[in-house]
């Protein structure tokens, strides 16, 4: 049976390397989409039919920063299996991104071996999205274990609007970048940056990011 793997990033060498990294697992049997953008990936996701048995979203596309993109796909989608593929390695991302329904987070500094082993399970996987532990490039939990939770500080207490500036600023946007990727007012993402840094008890962001590292 033919399996469909949509990849989402918006570098070609990046979506090209995938597909060398796929050919070369021998998954002759996997149709190949691809899209440079969200919106592009949502139209493509909604004409086929069956619908792709995995998606690997990049977090950072011309249309989408950060978790957006992710909460985005599955509001359109609930039923989709996303598997976020980033370059970003902390904690928090990681685990707001299980938490909020990927099946999977892919680093980009994942060894080739890692991560090809990683989609072809993804791939491979035939329990209920219910059922199925989040997956990490080892092929394990976030943390090396099958349904583990990654380590790091705790968000609780963080509003919803807290955990989005969050987010954002773990990615390196800028206060302006924040606010126009939420659609907020600059002088609010001051009070939200300010109160979470307050909540982890740090003066600067680079002692925050530092934090979920």
Not at 62 to 87: M, N
Not at 89 to 114: C, H, N, W
Not at 177 to 184: D, F, H, S, V, Y
Request: a negative charge; charged letters at 20%.
């Amino acid at each position: 049976m033919t399996r469909t793997l949509l990849v989402v990033d918006d570098h070609h060498l990046t979506r090209a390397g995938l597909r060398v990294l796929a050919q070369s697992a021998d998954l002759t049997d996997v149709e190949w989409l691809e899209a440079a953008s969200l919106d592009e990936a949502l139209t493509q996701y909604a004409g086929c039919m069956p619908p792709p048995d995995l998606v690997l979203l990049d977090l950072r596309l011309p249309d989408s920063l950060g978790l957006q993109g992710l909460r985005r796909f599955l509001a359109e989608f609930p039923q989709a299996r996303i598997a976020v593929f980033s370059g970003s390695e902390d904690t928090f991302v990681m685990r707001q991104a299980l938490t909020l329904g990927a099946i999977g987070f892919i680093p980009k500094t994942a060894d080739a071996d890692s991560a090809r082993a990683a989609i072809v399970g993804l791939l491979d996987a035939r329990r209920s999205a219910a059922d199925r532990p989040a997956t990490t490039a080892d092929g394990h939990g976030a943390n090396g274990t099958h349904g583990a939770t990654p380590r790091g500080p705790s968000t609780d207490g963080l509003t919803a609007t807290q955990l989005k500036v969050l987010e954002l600023l773990l990615a390196g946007l800028s206060n302006t970048q924040i606010a126009n990727e939420l659609g907020l007012a600059v002088s609010t993402i001051k009070n939200a940056v300010s109160s979470v840094m307050l909540k982890f008890d740090v003066r600067s962001r680079s002692h925050l990011i530092s934090l979920f590292r």
